[in-house]
């Protein structure tokens, strides 16, 4: 044999690509998701509340920063702890891949939340609401494409139909509307008034409308992109054994709030609206678990 070619064979690499059999991405990623939408849809209200209710901000700016700053974190907590090798994380940052959506996602999120921490130095030590409003607009624009990561982190899974970038995208963005409409109605207590709280619910009831409509669309008609998506849908049709949690979540996320929505407007209630909140908060959990798990529990084989 020659010598090159036994310095070939030395350095061969060999992979092999095979199913990973059962859920990958267990319930750890769900509340990856959650989180973050949290995190980033409050940073995306307080925004517009500066924009439209300035005179009723006030402790808001600090109040919500901690917000985001604690999602933001359970967000990155629980992706930690998804991954197989928690103790390398270092490499991302050491030896980034820029091709890879972690890589990208990673130093985003890291990003964003030292623009957090900076918000929070200026909204409780240094108490400069201006300073602190131009730098909430940067914040702003990073928190886009840190709550589109999943979406383009699940639409480089292999084989999963159902989780095309297109949709995913849409659903992460409506998702952190919904959650940071629904949480900023409950922090806004007695801060906010009615009116405010009222252009709240309408980007909640909007989000929740989109949402669903995204949902039905996928469900009606997915069948009809692949034979892999019909495989799937399955799980959350008839007798399948997601079908409950699917469509329990669809009422509890979606329907429902836009129905308690409806209703406040005629009575002018606020516990309505905070009821919205609660079930938008608490159905998006069951949403994204579904939407999460079914396309995993098909087989690749």
Known sequence: ??????????????????????????????VNMWAKSIGTGVIFMLFLLIRKYPEQV?????QT????????????LFTLADLHQPFRMWHIFFYPNWTSAITVGAWMATLFVGLLFLLAYLSFFKKDNVL???????????????????????????????WQMPTESAQMIFAALLAGSAFMILLGGKKLNYEAKSSLSNILALSAFMSFLLYMSEYIFGPMKAEEVAAVLEYIKGDGPYT????????????LPMLFIALSRTSQSENLLKLAAIFALAGLWLV?????IIPQLLPMS
Do not use: C
């Not at 036994?6 to 267990?26: E, M, R, Y």
């Not at 901690?66 to 974190?73: A, K, L, N, P, Q």
């Open 1 to 30: 044999m020659a010598a090159h070619e036994i310095l070939a064979a030395t350095n061969a690499v060999v992979t092999l690509d095979v199913a990973l059999p059962g859920i990958v991405w267990p319930w750890l990623v769900t």
């Open 58 to 62: 006030g402790s808001l700016r600090f």
């Open 65 to 76: 920063t901690v917000v985001s700053i604690i999602f933001i974190h359970i967000f990155l």
């Open 132 to 162: 602190f409003d131009k730098t909430l607009l940067w914040t702003v624009l990073l928190a886009i494409p840190v709550t589109l990561y999943t979406a383009a982190l699940m639409s480089q899974a292999t084989a999963r139909e159902l």
């Open 244 to 255: 409950v949690m699917f469509w329990l979540g669809q009422w509890i996320a979606y329907l």
């Open 288 to 292: 994204k678990h579904v939407w999460l």
